[in-house]
């Protein structure tokens, strides 16, 4: 391997309980449920979902904070819809983008910068429709 490559490692590993999983990455570790009871814990769906919003609040974080903008709160909300006769496809994803600080203007940047950064959402951005909605000078 290079320096100039990035690697990424999880191990997941079934538990006592049909359906749930023992993940570690790292240092930290959690669990995940199958789709089917127990349903205590976060899906792997949810869970793949929150590191697409997890990605974008952090990148126009960082790019409110390398332009100089202030952005006190930011959030960014992902719903995913599919089908019951194609339930291992996304029909498209929804991206709702709420901050308050930047402009419109600038939040359109920021968000236009993440989805150039993000690995996972340009991962999904080849599979399925994003669609944006983006309001800046919202209470979030």
Same mark, same amino acid.
């Given at each position: 391997?290079?320096?100039? &490559? @990035?690697?990424? %490692?999880?191990?997941?590993?079934? !538990?006592?309980?049909? +359906?749930?999983?023992?993940? %570690? ?12 009871? *127990? !349903? ?10 929150? +590191?697409? %919003?997890?990605?974008?609040? =952090? ?12 952005? *006190?709160? @930011?959030? /960014?909300? @992902?719903? /995913? ?5 194609? *339930? &291992?496809?996304?029909?498209? @994803?929804?991206?709702?983008? $709420?901050?308050? +600080? *930047?402009? =419109? /203007? ?8 993440? $989805? ?8 999904? /951005? ?15």
């Amino acid at each position: 391997m290079t320096d100039d &490559t @990035i690697v990424n %490692s999880v191990l997941s590993q079934n !538990k006592h309980v049909y +359906g749930r999983t023992l993940n %570690s990455a790292r240092m930290h570790h959690f669990i995940i449920d199958g789709t089917r009871d *127990p !349903k205590e814990e976060l899906t792997p769906v949810e869970v793949f979902l929150s +590191g697409v %919003s997890a990605c974008c609040v =952090q990148w126009v974080e960082q790019f409110a904070r390398e332009d100089g903008v202030e952005m *006190p709160r @930011i959030e /960014a909300g @992902i719903t /995913a819809t599919r089908t019951a006769a194609e *339930p &291992t496809r996304f029909q498209f @994803i929804d991206l709702d983008v $709420k901050a308050t +600080g *930047p402009s =419109q /203007a600038q939040l359109e940047d920021f968000v236009e910068r993440f $989805k150039q950064r993000c690995p996972l959402y340009r991962t999904v /951005a080849t599979a399925v429709e994003v669609r944006f909605t983006l309001r800046a000078g919202e209470q979030c």
